[in-house]
C-alpha cells in the first residue's frame, strides 16, 4: 500500500483541485482510492453508524473525509470497533 499514490496520481489530484493528502487511506474503505473518504465509502464500511456521525467525522466541514479525520473518529470511538 505505501506506493498506492504514485506522483502521477499526485498530479491527477492537483489537476483536479483535490488536496493533496501526506497521509494514505485504508483501500478497504476508500474503495475508488481517490485519496478521501466519502460519506458512502464510510456508510459501505461502517453501516450501523448513523449519518450524524458523519457529519460529525468531517471536523472541517468540507464535505469529505480524510485520513486525519477518520483516524481521529476511530480513536475517539465514534465509529465502534
Ligand atoms: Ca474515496
Ligand atoms: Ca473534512
Known amino acids: 500500500m505505501t506506493k498506492t ?11 483536479m483541485g483535490v488536496p493533496v493528502i501526506a497521509q494514505e487511506t485504508d483501500a478497504a474503505i476508500d ?3 481517490d485519496g478521501i473518504y466519502s460519506q458512502s ?12 456521525v458523519f ?7 468540507d464535505g469529505i473525509v480524510d485520513v486525519a479525520e477518520l483516524t481521529f473518529a476511530q480513536n475517539a470511538g465514534l465509529l465502534g470497533s
Open 5 to 15: 499514490i504514485t506522483a502521477v496520481s499526485l498530479a491527477t489530484f492537483v489537476a
Open 31 to 33: 474503495t475508488n482510492v
Open 41 to 52: 465509502e464510510l456508510q459501505t464500511a461502517y453501516p450501523d453508524v448513523p449519518e450524524d
Open 55 to 61: 457529519t460529525s467525522i468531517d471536523t472541517n466541514e
